[in-house]
Nanobody, 123 residues
Framework: QVQLVQSGGGLVQAGGSLRLSCAASGIIFAKNAVVGWYRQAPGKQRELVAS???????GYVESVRERFSIFKDNARSTAYLQMNSLKLEDTAVYYCNLHIPGDIERPSGYDYWGQGTQVTVSS
């Protein structure tokens, strides 16, 4: 019943900006809920590009640092990824992930994924 619905992808010229959103239903964002944004380019492995852990500062992979910003709106159960100064190498399918830390019944935790959205950066 838990769903993560993504929006905001599309085609943009190099140097432009896009904002991705990830709206959750059937679950609420708690302080300890971790949101991650992943991307996968053709022929490449899926990589984590940004994360918003509960109780700590956001983290970014070096290739997007100071260009991308992640925000987790707990009140709206929605996460965002602001992407600025986009480069050709940012072209990929982007996925949001919601991770709930484990408990005694399921130590590995719980993971939910959005459907993915295409981001294409052109010259």
């Amino acid at each position: 019943q838990v769903q993560l619905v993504q929006s905001g992808g599309g085609l943009v010229q190099a140097g432009g900006s896009l904002r991705l959103s990830c709206a959750a239903s059937g679950i609420i964002f708690a302080k300890n809920a971790v949101v991650g944004w992943y991307r996968q380019a053709p022929g490449k492995q899926r990589e984590l590009v940004a994360s918003a852990p509960g109780g700590t500062s956001a983290g970014y992979v070096e290739s997007v640092r100071e260009r991308f910003s992640i925000f987790k709106d707990n009140a709206r159960s929605t996460a965002y990824l602001q992407m600025n100064s986009l480069k050709l190498e940012d072209t990929a399918v982007y996925y949001c992930n919601l991770h709930i830390p484990g408990d005694i019944e399921r130590p590995s935790g719980y993971d939910y994924w959005g459907q993915g959205t295409q981001v294409t950066v052109s010259s």
